[in-house]
Nanobody
Framework: QVQLVESGGGLVQAGGSLRLSCAAS????????MGWFRQAPGKEREFVAA????????FYADSVKGRFTISRDNARNTVYLQMNSLKPEDTAVYYCAADTNLYSGSYYFPATYDYWGQGTQVTVSS
């Protein structure tokens, strides 16, 4: 069992920055593939960023590439999402997720992940 808790969301003006954290308990995050997703009102949950299984590669949605950075601190059992140059269209609830099954599928799809945090709200004002 993996418990994930996100924090760091809030209200920020366009062009600003936020850093989201995803702290895990119960298991060591370095053993799993970790990802970030977001969901805006009335929209489906969408991929934002993820690590490869080895943790040596990262993947980003085109909409955030060059602005967001996923990182991890294994000693703290925490994954981060640094968000810079924020835009109003980045407004959403952000979720971190853990994939514990090596054969579960692509990092891109929410169904691949079997543990989710409760989400943290990010609101970007124009």
């Amino acid at each position: 069992q993996v418990q994930l808790v996100e924090s760091g969301g809030g209200l920020v003006q366009a062009g600003g920055s936020l850093r989201l954290s995803c702290a895990a308990s119960g298991r060591t995050l370095s053993r799993y593939r970790m990802g970030w997703f977001r969901q805006a009102p009335g929209k489906e949950r969408e991929f934002v960023a993820a690590f490869s299984w080895s943790g040596t590669s990262t993947f980003y949605a085109d909409s955030v590439k060059g602005r967001f950075t996923i990182s991890r601190d294994n000693a703290r059992n925490t994954v981060y999402l640094q968000m810079n140059s924020l835009k109003p269209e980045d407004t959403a609830v952000y979720y971190c997720a853990a994939d514990t099954n090596l054969y579960s599928g692509s990092y891109y799809f929410p169904a691949t992940y079997d543990y989710w945090g409760q989400g943290t709200q990010v609101t970007v004002s124009s």
